[in-house]
T-cell receptor, first 114, second 113 residues
Framework: GAGVSQSPSNKVTEKGKDVELRCDPI?????LYWYRQRLGQGLEFLIY????????KSGLPSDRFSAERTGESVSTLTIQRTQQEDSAVYLC????????????FGSGTQLSVL | AQTVTQSQPEMSVQEAETVTLSCTYD???????LFWYKQPPSRQMILVIR??????QNATENRFSVNFQKAAKSFSLKISDSQLGDAAMYFC??????????FGTGTSLTVIP
């Protein structure tokens, strides 16, 4: 596609439920990132995929959070047993491998946990 | 780990005037890249400008320019002839050679007509 696509754009869920967020990166982009942005805050790194290398999971806040990526395509971020503090916008970004390349962002998924 | 600091949570500027947004970072690396991103209410992050650390010349993109001071680890963004469409959150970002990005907490820019 022309840009990074995220779905759903909005998700409302009840506390304790599991949610799955999807990201379709730009074709050919080997790097994929997930960030969390709480209301009025900056971007908090969650996880980074680079090609077939082991992902950098150092930003995942708890074991309720996990993410997968198949090759260099779609990625899913799963949050199990959601809590109210998980409410945030979850942004996905992709980029080419070269270090001077910028990140291309999706429009994010607004997650609201009631 | 690298850190990026934006010390101005909010800034305002009169339309057509100039404003400077501050950013400092902490790193022990010599080779890295710096970016300014804009996030309007639509949530879509848009690249404004980027700078390679090995380049001494400050990057410029139309009305946007940076003042890159490598020794001071400072990377400020200057917006000239401010327009209403410039109103947004602005994030400073650092990318290391491991392709890891670090973002500041953002500066909310208001443009006053």
């Amino acid at each position: 596609g022309a840009g990074v696509s995220q779905s759903p754009s909005n998700k409302v869920t009840e506390k304790g439920k599991d949610v799955e967020l999807r990201c379709d990166p730009i074709s050919g982009h080997t790097a994929l990132y997930w960030y969390r942005q709480r209301l009025g805050q900056g971007l908090e790194f969650l996880i980074y995929f680079q090609g077939n290398s082991a992902p950098d999971k150092s930003g995942l806040p708890s074991d309720r959070f996990s993410a997968e990526r198949t090759g260099e395509s779609v990625s899913t971020l799963t949050i199990q047993r959601t809590q109210q503090e998980d409410s945030a916008v979850y942004l996905c970004a992709s980029s080419l491998r070269q270090a001077n390349e910028k990140l291309f962002f999706g429009s994010g998924t607004q997650l609201s946990v009631l | 780990a690298q850190t990026v600091t934006q010390s101005q949570p909010e800034m305002s500027v009169q339309e057509a005037e100039t404003v400077t947004l501050s950013c400092t970072y902490d790193t022990s690396e010599s080779d890295y890249y710096l970016f300014w991103y804009k996030q309007p209410p639509s949530r879509q992050m848009i690249l404004v400008i980027r700078q390679e650390a090995y380049k001494q010349q400050n990057a410029t993109e139309n009305r946007f320019s940076v003042n890159f001071q490598k020794a001071a680890k400072s990377f400020s963004l200057k917006i000239s002839d401010s327009q209403l469409g410039d109103a947004a959150m602005y994030f400073c970002a650092y990318r290391n050679t491991g392709n890891q990005f670090y973002f500041g907490t953002g500066t909310s820019l208001t443009v006053i007509p």
